[in-house]
């Protein structure tokens, strides 16, 4: 809150932000070029609440920082502990089980568009309340499918012009892998507990995997020298995670194995991935989108024993990433006409034409203000339309208008039917 003379003049909480018009059409553009490729993949748009049961995301398996620090939770009226969505996994597999959608069999395949709440400290390309592209493929345990997964973000990476981005894979393994990995991992860091932040301690015994990515820890050197996941791999896993690779291959995926790799989620297993752009200046956030499988999400949730795999982009990063890369996605577009009136006495005749005019699916506007010729004129010019409509008394004894060329200046009276030609009908 900010004060300006004795008013009270409001700001946006921190970590947000309003998207104004001139932005919000880029995003639109964004959205409109995922929805195609949703389309091409056989994916269908589904929309939960943007707050649900805390218990949806505080399990007892998951605790990532994300989880257990950064969300909004609150009691309602009705004593009820609620949290506002910090990611959109666990809420897609929540409806995919209360809906029971297992019960078509086989794969469902869902995709999201929408707000995510952590309080995490603000920066930029990190907010607290940001929008995810999502896509939750569930109900089948393939790896033809997580390389189809990996495949579609790269495909998504290619179809916006983005060049300067990596895809990043590894495999976290199956349970026996973890857990061999976990044993390792907490006996190798056992000697470097005093190092380590208070959380880290802890996270020895209960999660020594989310060590790797600790935001205090991290870059330490002796944390950069532990074991990696991909080492200790059983041979069933190391066999999954070789199909995927050679199914990424078939498909002509450029991407890179990265045996450090592990998520800062804790519901992954087998495969994880994540799309990494390189802008200058931006450290963790170069992270467009990141996913995985998950093998035991679903039945957690209370559904049937099923796995799935997804991904979820930043939608802000997306579009930071395509400013750097200076590509722009949409086609301004100007208005068709916009209507100047000689004296107010027309301006009834001129909104039958403005209706008329955008009955036909034209686009255009019209002072409201009773502003003079010259005013009018300003405004048409501001909007940018493409013809100019002059209206006067002579024009609408002869039934005729005059349309200025905004373009090429020039000007000629037509009737209604020419009119309508020149617009393009
Ligand atoms: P995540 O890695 O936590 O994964 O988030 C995915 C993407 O959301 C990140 O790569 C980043 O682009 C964006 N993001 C995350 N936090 C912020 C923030 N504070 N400000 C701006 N952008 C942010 C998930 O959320 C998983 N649910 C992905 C997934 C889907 N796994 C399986 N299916």
């Known amino acids: 809150m900010k004060l300006k003379g004795s008013i009270i003049m409001e700001q946006k909480p921190k970590g947000t932000y309003d ?10 553009a964004l959205e409109e070029q995922i929805r195609e490729l949703m389309k091409i993949y056989g994916y269908f748009e589904i929309r939960t609440p943007i707050f649900e049961h805390s218990s949806v995301f505080h399990r007892k398996t998951e605790l990532s920082d994300m989880v257990t620090k950064e969300t909004y939770n609150f009691k309602d009226k009705g004593d009820r502990d609620l949290t506002l969505r910090p990611e ?7 409806a995919y089980v209360e809906n029971k959608l297992y019960a078509n069999q086989g794969l469902t395949k869902l995709y999201y568009l929408g707000p995510n709440f952590r309080y995490e400290r603000p920066q ?18 393939s790896s033809s ?12 990476i290619r179809s916006l012009g983005l060049k300067q981005v990596k895809i990043k894979v590894n495999s976290l393994g199956d ?22 932040c208070e959380d880290c301690q802890r996270r020895i015994k209960e999660n020594p995997i989310r060590i790797l990515d600790c935001k205090i820890d991290r870059d330490k050197p002796f944390i950069q020298k532990a074991a990696t996941p991909y080492d200790f791999l059983s041979v069933e896993a190391k066999q999954y995670f070789d199909e995927v690779l050679s199914y990424l291959d078939s498909m002509g995926i450029d991407y890179a194995v990265d045996k450090k790799l592990v998520r800062g989620l804790d519901y992954y297993g087998h495969t994880v991935f994540e799309v990494e752009a390189n802008i200058k200046g931006f450290g963790a956030q170069n992270v467009l989108g990141g996913g995985g499988h998950y093998e035991h999400l679903v039945s957690e949730l209370g559904g049937p024993d099923l796995d799935g795999v997804g991904i979820a982009f930043g939608m802000e990063r997306l579009m930071m990433a395509l400013d750097s890369e200076n590509i722009e996605l949409y086609d301004e577009v100007n208005p068709d006409f916009f209507i100047i009136t000689f004296d107010k006495t027309i301006h009834q005749k001129a909104l039958g ?27 048409a010019v501001n909007s940018k339309a493409k013809y100019f409509i002059i209206i006067g008394e002579e024009e609408v004894e002869q039934g005729l208008f005059t349309v200025k060329d905004s373009i090429t200046q020039t000007q000629e009276k037509v009737t209604l039917e020419a009119l309508l030609k020149k617009l393009g009908k």
């Open 19 to 28: 998207l104004l018009p001139n932005e919000t059409i880029k995003y639109q």
């Open 88 to 94: 959109g996994t666990a809420g897609v597999i929540r």
């Open 124 to 141: 930029k390309g990190r907010f607290r309340q940001f929008y995810q592209f999502g896509i939750e493929a569930i109900g089948v345990k």
């Open 145 to 156: 499918l997580d390389a189809e997964v990996i495949a579609l973000s790269y495909k998504l």
């Open 175 to 196: 349970i026996a892998s973890r857990n061999t990995y976990k044993e390792k991992l907490s006996t190798y860091f056992e000697p470097y507990k005093e190092d380590l």
């Open 353 to 379: 034409l403005l209706t008329k005019l955008r009955d036909y699916g034209f686009k255009g506007d019209i002072d409201h203000e009773a502003k003079s010729f010259k005013g009018q004129l300003k405004l």
